[in-house]
């Protein structure tokens, strides 16, 4: 547990009192957020740091801390979410559990206080202030606008899902006892302050979360506080603990988290069955049978041989193919990943610009949220999909974003059905990249083998707001 008492002394002092500790990379003021681009946005959330920096240094490697003594940036971070929002998130109808956790660190362990059903918010404030309980509100970008346009375009930036959580801890306390995480974590302190320590990891960009008791971790490498407007980002694996020190009335904290189940690993998991199934049709030795009785077989160590040989020839495979199908992995992004932000009282997309005809001039409307997939399961098909929750397109909102609900098994046929966006001949394939890959397309451009296929598609594409006409 941390230590009760006075404040605890800020990095300088502590670096200068602890020589021996790595340095944590401290860095100064960044602009105001930019929204015009995922790019932009990552760029301006890190900065000073540049994004070719972070990532060659810092990205899956150590931590990093960026400081800030910027009143507008401090009042921007404050704004995403504040303790006085709760109650009137309270009477939206939150419930323990789904919406809100609220919990404390009791001995190196976590205590959980919930009550029962829904969120009662003056049993809340009270569980805050007299028992000194940590109030986890899960996915805020769920009813914070801001918040849904940051993690929308993160999820554009990284190509991976983005979900947050907010952690509210009262003075002298601690939530969650010492522990690592299995996604990339970007801290946003929004109000108060708060008091990190960070380990050496015991397992290196874990893919798991793990509790880890205090006799097993040894002495923190880093040690510092979080004011308003301060981010701190660390990898997947970095064991943490924080609390709010005496003379802090409470800490208010975004974390936004990314990464999850997304390694090289997974990726080979999720495209090995759709290169198998497609070197299978071309190579007999995949179709040859098994053994006899290989199956009822305790030792199958006389078949790694035969397993490697047959290993090689899928990399051989792998190296002339021209397209990998894809699998779970980015139908589950495609299909649980946040809408484009267009403001909560927008209207429905509808098709942007006139009706598109063999002359016309096409691009896409959200090029960041249009993916190109290569069916595993369907001969020679090819499909381009959005958001099925996009407004105006399919079903779904950002109300379940990221939430692991019941409804994604309740509705699973209805989501499968959405999933596909849509489907065209292999043939299209070509013309499907052109469109992505061009600022604008003319329609008779497009590589297709007569007008009536060019038109065609320009036309299903646009019925489904997923192009416009210029």
């Not at 205590?111 to 986890?136: C, H, P, S």
């Not at 943490?240 to 975004?254: E, L, N």
């Not at 290989?294 to 035969?306: E, F, I, P, R, S």
Request: with cysteine; hydrophobic share 35%.
């Amino acid at each position: 547990m941390p230590k009760k008492g006075g404040k605890i002394p800020d990095v300088a002092q502590e670096t200068q009192a602890q020589c021996k500790r790595p340095k944590l990379d401290v860095a100064g003021s960044p602009p105001v957020l930019s929204f015009e681009s995922p790019a932009s946005l990552f760029r301006s959330l890190i900065s000073p740091i540049e994004e070719e920096v972070f990532f060659r240094d810092y990205w899956e490697q150590k931590p990093l801390l960026v400081q800030r003594d910027d009143e507008l940036v401090a009042a921007y971070y404050q704004s995403l979410f504040q303790l006085s929002h709760l109650k009137g998130l309270c009477s939206q109808g939150l419930y323990y559990g789904r919406d809100v956790n609220v919990c404390r660190c009791v001995s190196g362990k976590k205590k959980v206080l919930n009550k029962e059903g829904r969120v009662n918010y003056m049993q809340l404030k009270k569980d805050f202030d007299q028992k000194k309980a940590t109030i986890q509100f899960h996915q805020p970008q769920r009813f914070k606008e801001e918040l849904w346009k940051i993690q929308e375009k993160l999820e554009c930036y990284f190509g991976s899902l983005v979900g947050s959580n907010v952690y509210i801890t009262p003075q002298g306390s601690q939530g969650l006892p010492p522990h690592y995480d299995d996604v990339e974590v970007f801290i946003l302190q929004l109000e108060g302050e708060k008091h990190w320590r960070l380990y050496k990891p015991t397992v290196p960009l874990a893919r798991e979360y793990n509790v880890e008791p205090e006799d097993r971790i040894g002495s923190p490498t880093h040690e510092f506080i979080l004011k308003p407007g301060d981010l701190l980002y660390f990898p997947r694996g970095t064991i943490h603990q924080a609390d709010t020190p005496h003379g802090i009335s409470y800490s208010t904290h975004v974390t936004i988290s990314t990464y999850q189940n997304n390694s090289w690993g997974d990726f080979l998991l999720d495209a090995i069955p759709g290169l198998v199934f497609d070197t299978a049709k071309e190579d007999v030795a995949l179709r040859s049978s098994i053994p006899r009785q290989l199956l009822m077989q305790v030792n199958t160590a006389d078949c790694t041989k035969k397993l490697s040989s047959l290993l090689r020839r899928l990399a051989d495979s792998l190296e002339n193919s021209r397209e990998l199908r894809s699998s779970d992995m980015k139908k589950d992004f495609i299909t649980h990943r946040l809408p484009p932000c267009l403001g909560c009282d927008s209207e429905p997309l509808t098709p942007g610009g006139k009706l598109p005809k063999l002359d016309s001039k096409i691009r896409l409307q959200f090029r960041d949220h249009a993916v190109i997939t290569v069916e595993p399961d369907q001969e020679n098909a090819v499909s381009m999909r959005s958001p099925p929750c996009m407004p105006g397109v399919g079903v779904g909102g950002i109300e379940t974003h990221m939430m692991g609900t019941e409804d994604d098994t309740a509705s699973e046929d209805g989501l499968a059905q959405q999933s596909h966006g849509l489907r065209f001949p292999l043939s299209y394939l070509d013309a499907l990249k052109q469109i992505w890959s061009s600022s604008t397309v003319n329609v008779k451009e497009l590589n297709l083998t007569s007008d009536e296929e060019k038109e065609n598609l320009a036309l299903s594409l646009w019925t489904e707001c997923l192009i416009e006409v210029l």
